[in-house]
């Protein structure tokens, strides 16, 4: 009788620390939201935004009057922008962070 005790209580721990790990989840930095995100420097990589998205990603992080966008060799879109009366340089990586 005591064997059985000790197997249930070692099955059910098993089982309890299982779901307590499922809980936690998993941080994936790949996965984003729609919204864009300001960051220090671009990610590199291969870019699959158009032109034309890579403008909207910076009119909706506040930027206006967007020109000059072209790709660079690492994969981001740089160009100029204006930040209320400051012109400025831009660029968004291929994860849609947006950089000043």
Not at 62 to 70: A, D, E, F, Q
Request: glycine share 12%; aromatic share 8%; proline share 3%.
């Amino acid at each position: 009788m005591k064997r059985y005790l000790i197997v249930a209580v070692v099955a059910t721990s098993l089982f309890a620390s299982g779901a307590i790990a499922q809980q936690h989840g998993s941080h994936n930095p790949a996965v984003k939201d729609g919204s864009p995100h300001a960051v220090a420097a671009p990610a590199q990589g291969a870019n699959s935004f158009t032109q034309s998205q890579a403008q909207g990603r910076l009119t909706k992080a506040g930027y206006s009057r967007v020109s000059k966008l072209l790709k660079d060799k690492n994969g981001v879109w740089r160009g100029m922008a204006y930040s209320g009366r400051s012109h400025v340089r831009v660029g968004v990586d291929y994860k849609g962070n947006v950089v000043r």
